[in-house]
């Protein structure tokens, strides 16, 4: 997807609904890994899928609101 091709670590990640869903830590091969808003032992990565993604200019935007990709991501521990 040419669209990932943008995204570069530190850009906001926003819902079609224009609330804040994160920031880019790292595209991976399909999908994007969002930073720690608080690090720590025990914290968990969270990852959205590349298809989500509608455009991307200064930030990232997805195709559904902020609400719905916050209960849809995925979890990943951050000690794995």
């Given amino acids: ?3 990932t091709l943008k995204i570069r670590p530190g850009m906001e990640v926003v819902g079609s609904n224009g609330g804040y ?3 880019v830590d790292k595209v991976e091969a399909k999908s994007i890994r969002l930073a720690h808003e608080d690090p720590g032992p ?3 990565y ?3 899928p590349a298809t989500w993604v509608k ?3 200064d930030a990232v935007h997805l195709d559904r609101a ?6 849809e991501w995925e ?4 000690d794995s």
Avoid: L, W
């Fill in 1 to 3: 997807m040419t669209r």
């Fill in 21 to 23: 869903v994160g920031k």
């Fill in 42 to 44: 025990g914290g968990q």
């Fill in 46 to 48: 969270h990852f959205i």
């Fill in 55 to 57: 455009a991307v200019d």
């Fill in 66 to 71: 902020c609400e719905d990709a916050m209960r």
């Fill in 75 to 78: 979890t990943a521990s951050a």
